[in-house]
Structure formats: structure tokens, C-alpha cells
């Protein structure tokens, strides 16, 4: 397993957001978090990403080493597992290319950035026209590309992924999706966690249901999708 | 006024604005990645002014016993690395102790912490070395030129250039480096700088670092200018430097050294005309007005959480 968790448990103030959630993720795998807006999925990441602390009892492994004992920038860093937070989140003042730049902050491989750079503007051509305009200038479309991009500088390991549909137009986000499974086919793993749970089943190989901070259901994506509680609650009957 | 007059108080007001103008990038930088007024930033640059005064005595005293003979330049110059060197670390110090912890606190709390670690810097300076002056020691020989009937010390001429390519060192490196980007980075959204692989901390004490090292460069430049040296000389001179940083911008470094040159000529030039116990009334009092027309300074946003770096 490449990724374990167990019994994760978050709070805000006295105010919890998961109840103890158990998940896995295997090498290669994409796998998706669906639930409604406020069911914890944004935390489950920051919590991986040791943005959010976790109250005792959490176990979270990552190859057999123990997530909790990484700062945020670590987790990045040292072991790979790269997050594109909700909302793209870009530094607005920085070029397209500095906000990839910054993103290699730990590489001292001047080569290894060069072609990771390479990588990712042979992926989004759309960013190596950009790449000296500020974030800020950029079209969602173009900024969510930016956002992976920029993941994709910091390791190409693992990737967390927040909503990446998020205010695009239909088109844009298959675009999207189909850019995130060649990544994907380059050996990264994926962890999705998604509002528009259609998307995410079609995309991902197993999924998990969050519920007011539980995980209610799991199984194979194409399982979830012809269940009918989920078809009735997630897919819009 | 007549040219020569005008042109000699512009050299003074160079010079003075140089001091406001390095002080104020600490302020502005500290500001712009932190959300934090560093209230304890006037005393550092007293204290980069005293470990410039040791440094440079040291040396100097190595040199006249003919232990390491060094020309006046080179002391000058190892004074200014070797003091911003050591400074720097203060800051970091100050970082570490009293801001760090306190980073989840309201910015009240930060902002008390802050005075409070000056009156600490200021009195631990006094029980330590007593409250004499101190002597800052003649690096260089001081000699004047005369251009037409306008009279300049060479060490004027040496605060205001280093000091204006200290400030273009900064800007380069902010707008050249990966930790200047990350500097820019963590001033525009510093909640997910983590998740690039940058550690907060880090560029938080770099960043005291830096704007603590400028500071002991002023001191430095002051004491070269205004030999002498006494605990609390960081107070009204940090006030001020504050002043400049608000002036300009909060979080505008570009904005902090032009404030900073600003309030050096508005300071200067009301004294040339008006009498000078009326100085800092009347030119504090057209700063007051500039900021109730621009209250965001020059470079500032209106209510923004965007910093600018």
C-alpha cells in the first residue's frame, strides 16, 4: 500500500470535521473522495498535507513512513506528495513561470527543473505561451493548468488533487481530466477528492463517499456509479 | 533659497533620508510577508550600530598596533559585512523568540511583544555597557570637496551610494532569487508556500535577517556621520523609519525607500527654512496631511490582503 490511513480525526475550534476516517491508496492508482460541499474532503487532504493537525490516534503512512512526522514543506519536499489546493490558489504577483519556479524550490538539480518545466509546458502549451505573464492575468482554465503545473514541479510522486472542476466549463474540465490521467500514465499517483462526483467516478478506479465527516460507502468507481443511493444523492437522480 | 543652498541641504537630506530609507525596508519587508509591525526594529539598528562601533574599534585597533595593518577602506568595508552579519543573526534571534510563537496570536499581541523586546534590547544595552556615549571610532579620513561654493564630506558622498546600492542588492535579489520569489510568494498567499516545498520559518528569519542587516548598515552609516552612540538613539529614528514604511506602502519596498528619501528631504528642508526646534512639528504635520489624503501611502493597496514585495 502506498498510501494508509487510519482512524483520521480533525477539528476546528472544538468543531470536527472527520470522525475518524480509515482510507488506502495503492502505487498507480487514482482513487477519489466524493461528497457534498462541507462533508471534510478538503481536509482529509490538509490533513496529508499537515497543513490542518490531527488529534491523536490518526496513523498516516506513506511507504511504510509515518506522514505525522513531516512538516508541510517535508511532506513536499522529501517525500513527493505534491497538493493542488482548492480554488488553484497561484501566486498572483509571480509570473506563470516563477509560480513553477517557486515550485522547485527544493530541487537543486538545475537540469531536472529544466525538464520538468519542459514536461509540464509540453503538457499545457497554453502555459509556455504564458509563461511570462503574471498568474493573476490568467483564465481559470489556464490557472487550474498552472496549478497542477506547479505540482508536477515538486514531485512527481504523488498528487492531491482539490477540486480541480471547479468553475470550468464542461469542455475545459475533460480537457483537464484527460491531462490528469496522462500524468497519471507517467506514474503518478492520484488522490481526487471532487464536488462533481460524476467526474471524479469516471475518472478514478475506486472511490470513497464522505458523509458529515464519515466514509459511508467504498468500492470500485464503476460500483459507486450504479449504485442507486449514490446515483440518487450525488448524480442528480 | 539659492542653488548652493538648495544643493547643500540636498546632500544633507540624502544622507538622512538614506538612514530612514534602510531602516524602512526592514519595517516593509518584515510587514509584507508577516502581517507584522517589527516594533523592535528602531533598536536593532541601535544595536547594529553598536556592534558596529565594536567592530570597527576592534579593527581599527588591530591595524594602528600594526598587528594586521589595514587601509581605511578596507575596514570600512569588513566593518559594514562583518556588523551585518552579525546583526542579522539578532533578528533572526528576535524572530525566533518573540514573534514565532506567537504567530497564531492576534497581531496585537505580536505588536506588544515587539516594544516590548525593544525596551529589552534598549536597557540590556544599558546594563551592559552603562549609560555613557560611545565614541564612534574615525574609520576614514574625513575630507570635503567643494563643488562651486556647495561643501561635501566624502563620507556623505560614501553613506549615500552605498546605502542607495545596498537597496539595489535587495531589490535584485527579490526580484532574481528563488528565496526572493518565495519572499514575493508568501507575501501574496502564505498559507499554502508549504505545500511548494518552502519552509515558512525559513523565509521568516531570512527575512528578519535581511531587514536586520540593513538596519546595521544605517547604524553604521549613522555613526560614521553622527559619532555617537547611546542606547535609546533607536527610538525616534525607528519612529520615523516606521513613518516612511507606512508612507510608502505597507508591505511596498520600493515605496519604503522613497518614503524614506521623502521624509529625509521634507525633514531637512523645513528646518532650512523654518527654525529648527519647528522641524519635526511642521514636517511630521505635511506627513500627517499626505496620509489623510493617501492612506495607504504611495505603493499601498486599499484594504488588501495582497502584500506587495
Not at chain 2, 498567499?189 to 518552502?198: C, H, I, R, W
Request: aromatic share 10%.
Amino acid at each position: 500500500m502506498l498510501l494508509s490511513v487510519e482512524s483520521l480525526k480533525v477539528s476546528y475550534g472544538g468543531i470536527r470535521a472527520l470522525h475518524g476516517i480509515d482510507f488506502e491508496v495503492d502505487e498507480g492508482e487514482i482513487v477519489c473522495i466524493i461528497g457534498a460541499n462541507g462533508a471534510g474532503k478538503s481536509t482529509t487532504l490538509k490533513a496529508l498535507s499537515r497543513l490542518v493537525p490531527v488529534e491523536d490516534g490518526a496513523k498516516m503512512t506513506y511507504r511504510g513512513e509515518d506522514l505525522l512526522k513531516y512538516p508541510p514543506e517535508k511532506v513536499v519536499s522529501e517525500l513527493g506528495i505534491t497538493h493542488v489546493p482548492e480554488g488553484r490558489r497561484l501566486f498572483g504577483n509571480l509570473t506563470v513561470k516563477e509560480n513553477l519556479r517557486l515550485a522547485a524550490f527544493a530541487q537543486k538539480d538545475p537540469k531536472k527543473i529544466e525538464q520538468d518545466m519542459e514536461f509540464v509546458f509540453s503538457l499545457f502549451p497554453r502555459l509556455a505561451e504564458r509563461r511570462n505573464q503574471k498568474a493573476e492575468t490568467l483564465s481559470g482554465g489556464e490557472q487550474q493548468m498552472c496549478a497542477v503545473g506547479r505540482a508536477l514541479m515538486s514531485g512527481r510522486k504523488m498528487m492531491l488533487l482539490d477540486e480541480p472542476s471547479m468553475g470550468l466549463a464542461p469542455l475545459l474540465m475533460k480537457t483537464m481530466f484527460e491531462k490528469l490521467k496522462e500524468i497519471n500514465r507517467e506514474g503518478t499517483t492520484i488522490l481526487l477528492v471532487e464536488q462533481n462526483a460524476r467526474m471524479a467516478l469516471q475518472f478514478s478506479k475506486r472511490g470513497y463517499l464522505l458523509q458529515n465527516g464519515e466514509i459511508i460507502m467504498h468500492g470500485k468507481s464503476e460500483d459507486l456509479i450504479a449504485n442507486p443511493e449514490v446515483k440518487k444523492t450525488y448524480l442528480g437522480g | 533659497m539659492s542653488l548652493n543652498a538648495f544643493l547643500q541641504n540636498l546632500a544633507n537630506a540624502l544622507q538622512w533620508g538614506s538612514f530612514y530609507a534602510l531602516i524602512a525596508l526592514g519595517y516593509s519587508m518584515v510587514y509584507g510577508i508577516l502581517m507584522l509591525f517589527n516594533f523592535a526594529h528602531g533598536d536593532i539598528f541601535m544595536v547594529g550600530a553598536y556592534i558596529g562601533l565594536f567592530v570597527s574599534t576592534s579593527l581599527v585597533t588591530l591595524s594602528a598596533t600594526g598587528i594586521l595593518p589595514m587601509a581605511g577602506w578596507l575596514i570600512l568595508v569588513l566593518t559594514i559585512f562583518i556588523s551585518m552579519f552579525l546583526t542579522s543573526f539578532v533578528g533572526m534571534a528576535v524572530e525566533r523568540v518573540a514573534y514565532r510563537p506567537l504567530r497564531a496570536a492576534p497581531r496585537a499581541s505580536a505588536a506588544i511583544t515587539g516594544l516590548m523586546v525593544g525596551i529589552i534590547l534598549e536597557t540590556g544595552n544599558l546594563a551592559l555597557l552603562g549609560a555613557q556615549r560611545r565614541k564612534f571610532p574615525e574609520i576614514i579620513a574625513q575630507s570635503t570637496f567643494h563643488i562651486g561654493q556647495v561643501v561635501v564630506t566624502n563620507t556623505k558622498i560614501l553613506i549615500i551610494i552605498l546605502s542607495i546600492l545596498l537597496m539595489i542588492a535587495l531589490h535584485q535579489f527579490i526580484r532574481r532569487t528563488r528565496w526572493g520569489m518565495a519572499m514575493r510568494a508568501m507575501a501574496y498567499d502564505f498559507v499554502v508556500v508549504p505545500l511548494m516545498g518552502v519552509s515558512i520559518n525559513r523565509i521568516a528569519a531570512m527575512t528578519f535577517a535581511i531587514g536586520s542587516a540593513l538596519a546595521a548598515a544605517a547604524g553604521i552609516f549613522f555613526g560614521i556621520a553622527y559619532p555617537v552612540l547611546e542606547p535609546y538613539m533607536g527610538l525616534l529614528i525607528g519612529w520615523k523609519a516606521f513613518v516612511a514604511a507606512i508612507l510608502g506602502g505597507r508591505g511596498s519596498i520600493v515605496g519604503a525607500a522613497l518614503a524614506g528619501f521623502l521624509l529625509g528631504f521634507i525633514e531637512i528642508f523645513v528646518a532650512a527654512i523654518f527654525p529648527s526646534t519647528l522641524r519635526d512639528l511642521i514636517a511630521y504635520s505635511i506627513i500627517l496631511i499626505i496620509l489623510t489624503i493617501r492612506p495607504h501611502g504611495f505603493f499601498g493597496e486599499a484594504y488588501s490582503a495582497r502584500l506587495r514585495l
